[in-house]
């Protein structure tokens, strides 16, 4: 009877071991490389779902503050309708001429501060809008159209957008 393990043996167990551990290591690099591909995608995704809800938001503007025209600038600050704003059920038709909604003016302003911010000054809430966006030029096109030009740090780049939107009441 044989006590204790022999070199060979322990020389294979040595051997599988380090397979084991080369899988694993080559395992956990594969994870990692895909959870990074899946975060930048979704950082992506982010930029342009807030591009597109600040497209939106633009699209309900009833008077542009900033920027005027062929006059650059750094923010934008519009005014609309108070969303919340409730109307008569039915609400005539034609409204009255005396019906005065300047009291109910929402002025909503985006400016850079450590990201894009969206400032209601209605209600004095301010918040970032959307983080890592080291640029903001708006401009009012001669064609009536919004162009805001935003430079956006994703990870280790920076990223370059521009967003088109036609004010409707202009």
């Known amino acids: 009877m044989r006590r204790g ?12 071991m380090s397979v084991m551990f080369s899988l694993v290591a080559l395992f956990c690099s594969d ?9 930048k995608a979704d950082r992506e995704s982010e930029v342009l779902a807030s591009l597109l809800r600040l497209s939106q938001e633009l699209k309900s503007a009833s008077q542009l503050v900033l920027p005027r025209p062929s006059q650059p600038a750094q923010e934008v600050v519009f005014r609309r309708l108070n969303p919340s704003l409730t109307w008569p059920d039915p609400v005539p038709l034609p409204p009255p001429l005396t019906w005065d ?4 003016q929402q002025e909503i302003r985006y400016f850079l501060d450590q990201g894009l911010v969206r400032q ?15 640029s903001c030029d708006a401009q009012l096109l001669p064609d009536g159209r919004l162009q805001m030009l935003l430079n956006i740090r994703l990870e280790e780049r920076q990223q370059s957008f521009r967003l088109l939107t036609r004010l409707p009441l202009l």
């Open 5 to 16: 393990v022999s070199l060979g043996e322990t020389l294979i167990t040595l051997a599988l």
């Open 31 to 39: 994870l990692r490389r895909d959870f990074q591909v899946d975060q």
């Open 120 to 134: 209601d000054r209605l209600s004095g809430q301010s918040l970032t809008y959307l983080s890592g966006v080291q």
């Open 101 to 104: 909604l300047s009291g109910q």
